[in-house]
């Protein structure tokens, strides 16, 4: 008797202590839409994210519902956040990276914003945008303030030829942006060799990010051409390109050799003004104003202009450091790193910090082939490049911002 007492004592205390959900398989539904196994690896890049949970709260309960709502990011920055020297810098940048790993797992909305910076590059760097014959890209020298307005920071002008400017395209969507001036003049606008529509450049005044939107066309790929159709100038600042499905959607604006003061405007912030509010925005700066021997106290403060104009339209906003280049740039790197933190603190704003993801430490880094190519080489290979990483070290930037930015 005694016995069966303890055997009946012992099952209720198991049962107490182990309750039946924890070993007894189920049948009730379980939701995994978004669900992944943890891995060691993606717990690690987790580590380089600050107060990710609580500042990101709108963007994460957007992506809960990305399958009603487009879900928007924008990633604002220098040649970093560029891609520069990378082999492929729609796919292989950070911000290529990491669009494709998002889009993979919460639907892909489109291209985005395609700035017609990328016409200004060299070939290696695969751009979408083509300049014609006698076209240049205001905006795109080294020139760290004063921007010259538009929504992406810079604007082609057709200097009164009438070479085509075309744009290589996949979505079902295209809004292309163009700028207003009194010199301006028409164009005829061509899509896969049909023409849609004319855009008129003249204006009684300097306006910026003037839209016209073309639809119904298939989820491939696509070929933009505009014609001025006289010697008058023609200003095309880019082209957002979308997909009728829902999904996430990310815009980047990102120009080599800028600081962070470079968006701080009027023009831009009227710009910004008349564009939709993104869920998200990531802003990357430092490694031009460490260069440059910027301030600490300035950096900060051009930060925070930019963080507070986001947080004000309603977005959530992230800071996303750069990795530490070799201290022929800058030895005194780990001081700008501080600053982030800083606003991420009295901003409420968070931090992925690829700074410590680099190991803090230059030639670690580079060791490990995480830094970039010679100077306008785009090999994608590694260990010559004192500031920039490779493709190996965007795939990893992109990975640990990834990994934060999901659910």
Request: proline letters at 2%.
């Amino acid at each position: 008797m005694g016995e069966k007492i303890f055997i009946i004592v012992f099952i209720v205390l198991f049962c107490v202590i182990f309750p039946m959900s924890s070993w007894v398989k189920t049948n009730f539904p379980v939701n995994t839409s978004y669900e992944e196994k943890t891995t060691k690896k993606q717990i690690s890049y987790r580590e380089y994210g600050y107060n990710i949970e609580g500042s990101l709260y709108k963007y994460k309960n957007a992506l809960k519902n990305v399958n009603r709502k487009r879900v928007k990011i924008y990633c604002i920055g220098e040649s970093n956040t560029r891609g520069e020297y990378s082999s492929d810098e729609i796919n292989k940048s950070w911000v290529g990276v990491m669009k494709s790993l998002l889009q993979n797992q919460y639907g892909n909305a489109g291209e985005g914003f395609i700035s017609v910076y990328e016409g200004a590059l060299p070939e290696g760097t695969k751009p979408r945008w083509t300049l014609g014959s006698g076209w240049s890209v205001s905006g795109a020298s080294k020139e760290f303030t004063s921007n010259v307005g538009g929504f992406g920071g810079c604007f082609a002008i057709s200097s009164g030829n009438k070479s085509p400017l075309t744009l290589k395209f996949i979505g079902t969507d295209l809004e292309l942006l163009y700028s207003r001036a009194k010199d301006g003049g028409t164009a005829d606008i061509v899509i896969d060799g049909k023409k849609v529509g004319i855009i008129n450049c003249l204006g009684q005044s300097v306006t910026f990010s003037n839209k016209v939107h073309y639809s119904g066309l298939n989820d491939e790929k696509h070929e933009l051409r505009v014609i001025p159709s006289t010697n008058s100038n023609i200003f095309i600042e880019g082209a957002v390109a979308s997909s009728s499905k829902m999904g996430v959607q990310i815009d980047k604006i990102a120009i080599s050799s800028k600081m962070a003061s470079y968006f701080e405007g009027n023009f831009t912030k009227e710009v910004w003004n008349a564009s939709q509010k993104p869920d998200l925005v990531l802003l990357s700066f430092g490694l031009n104003e460490a260069g440059n021997g910027v301030s600490f106290k300035e950096y900060k403060e051009s930060m925070i202009e930019l963080v507070s104009y986001w947080q004000k339209r309603g977005s959530d906003v992230c800071l996303v450091s750069n990795q530490k280049p070799a201290d022929s740039w800058t030895n005194n790197w780990p001081d700008y790193i501080k600053v982030l933190y800083e606003i991420a603190d009295e901003y409420n704003v968070g931090v992925i910090d690829i700074y410590k993801a680099y190991f803090e430490d230059y030639t670690a880094a580079q060791k490990l082939g995480l830094f970039g190519v010679d100077k306008n080489d785009y090999s994608g290979n590694s260990g010559k490049n004192t500031a920039h990483p490779s493709d190996k070290g965007y795939e990893y930037i992109g990975e640990v911002i990834y990994e934060n930015l999901k659910l």
